[in-house]
């Protein structure tokens, strides 16, 4: 799917990675090189602009988080801004205690019939009991192809080939399954190629079906001409989704993509394919991770929010300050360990190492589940007071934690080190870890 988009991505950044130095002119060569790719997928030329120029100017200003290179910081700019651009997560809610309607709506032989039975096919697989209600009175052929494609996946369908009313047959339909059902979907004609009388029926059905959720189809070959069809769609429609089709093989689909995020409406599936297997949720984390074809991006996003979100600011007052608890020893550890686990999922990630060595990072691991052990152990004003930490309560608390007493003297020695090293350098070295881990804005800068 979008083939060329995604080699010609991955071969900026496998470029951007293989540059002996990162400095303007190489970030400037990435970013014309992400323009290129973009512009060739027919995403808007003004868009592409903005969201290159986004990363343009994070990749020159924004400082790598704790053990990234700034290389790994570029690549992670990249991947929130396509994720931007592609309007985040979005998935589709349905109520299983109620039955929820579905309305399909779209321009002539956008996909609607084939996704009604794709939607079908998916929501039976979770469990719901969906029936779909073949509501295109228009083209002939149209509720024998429903027919067709519902007796394959076994799915309930209701239709009236005397009714030539779309939507008395819409209502009765809905009727028919109200009871037994929890999921109706309704596939309607598509007979309309511009906007206006599209917006005129999709109103006439809404008012009179009062489905739960209209569905948008559009055609992603269309690449950024998708653009006005989503904005009049969600200018009207407060219940709406859309459904881009056709993303396999369409050179234009990353603009069909962009095109539809940018007018705010929610991309709820793709369709990659004919057969009625061929339909995905939309998500544009894991969809951007794809197209960059890297690792789980969204454990990385979510690792690198929680870096950020993460730093207690009463205890680094504190501990800058030349006072150190063991819980805050042990908190520091914690830190840095948090980066460790953001460099695991780097590591998931090909042509990506951050600094942080394996068997450093897996020592440090072991250590803190060792301290950690240990520290819990200690009574409060130990903990509070660790220099009242004398041979007696050692034992003691070696013994309460199940750890050696030299493992107990090796914390203790660690925990020493690290509040003299506080105190020489008034906490810099800690700033500047935590700064490095983005905990700029609690720091005050
Ligand atoms: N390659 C590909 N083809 C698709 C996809 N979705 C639909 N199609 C094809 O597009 C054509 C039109 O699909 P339909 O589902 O009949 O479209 P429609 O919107 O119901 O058309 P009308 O009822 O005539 O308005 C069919 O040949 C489908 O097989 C897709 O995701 N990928
Ligand atoms: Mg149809």
Redesign the pocket.
């Known amino acids: 799917m979008l083939e060329s988009l995604r080699s010609s991505l991955q071969g900026a950044v496998k470029k951007l990675l293989g540059a002996s130095v990162v400095d303007e002119a190489a970030i400037k060569e990435f970013v014309r090189d992400l323009q290129r790719a973009l512009i060739q997928a027919d995403v808007n030329v003004k868009l592409v602009l903005s969201v290159t120029e986004s990363v343009q100017r994070r990749a020159l200003e924004e400082k790598p988080l704790g053990g990234l290179t700034r290389k790994d910081q570029i690549v992670k700019i990249l991947y929130e801004e396509l994720d931007k651009m592609l309007g985040g997560e979005q998935e589709m809610k349905l109520d299983r205690g109620k039955t929820t309607v579905i309305v ?1 709506l ?11 039975s ?1 939607l079908a096919r998916f929501y039976m697989k979770k469990g719901y009991r969906v029936g779909v209600v073949a509501a ?1 009175t ?2 002939p052929g ?1 509720v024998t ?1 429903l027919k067709t494609l519902s007796e394959r996946i076994g799915v309930d369908i209701y239709s009236d080939e005397k009714q030539g009313d779309s939507i008395k047959v819409a209502e009765a339909g809905k009727r028919f399954f109200e009871r037994t059902k929890n999921l109706i979907i309704i ?5 309309h190629k511009e906007e206006k009388s599209l917006l005129d029926e999709m109103t006439k059905i809404v008012s009179k079906v009062k489905p739960d959720i209209n569905l948008l ?1 559009v ?2 070959t269309i690449g950024q001409q998708c653009y006005n069809q989503a904005m009049a769609f969600h200018k009207t429609s407060p219940v709406g989704g859309i459904v881009i ?6 050179a234009k689909g990353g603009g069909a993509l962009a095109a539809v995020a940018a007018t705010g409406a929610r991309i709820y599936f ?5 057969r009625v297997d ?2 995905e949720e939309f998500s544009s984390t894991r969809f951007v991770g794809r197209l960059l074809g890297m690792g789980d991006l969204k454990s990385l996003l979510d690792m690198a929010k929680q870096l950020e979100g993460d730093v207690d600011q009463k205890r680094v007052q504190r501990m800058t300050s030349g006072k150190l608890t063991m819980d805050d020893f042990l908190y520091q550890f914690e830190q840095v360990n948090k980066m460790g686990s953001l460099k695991k999922i780097l590591d998931l990630i090909p042509g990506i190492a951050g600094n942080m060595k394996a068997e450093d990072l897996e020592k440090a691991e072991k250590d803190m589940k060792i301290w950690k052990s240990i520290i819990q152990s200690m009574a409060k004003k130990e903990r509070e007071t660790p220099e009242m930490l004398n041979a007696v309560r050692i034992k003691r608390i070696a013994k309460g934690s199940g750890r050696s007493e030299k493992e107990v003297r090796e914390l203790i020695t660690k925990y020493r080190q690290t509040k003299s090293l506080m105190k020489a350098s008034k906490g810099r070295e800690f700033r500047q870890m935590l700064r490095r881990a983005g905990g700029q804005s609690a720091l005050g800068g």
């Not at 779209?106 to 009604?116: D, I, L, Y």
């Open positions: 399909m779209g321009v002539q032989g956008s996909g609607k019939t084939t996704t009604v794709k295109d228009f083209r149209a192809q596939d309607t004609a598509g007979r189809v055609d992603g089709t056709k993303l396999d093989g369409a793709i369709g990659t394919g004919e061929d339909l």
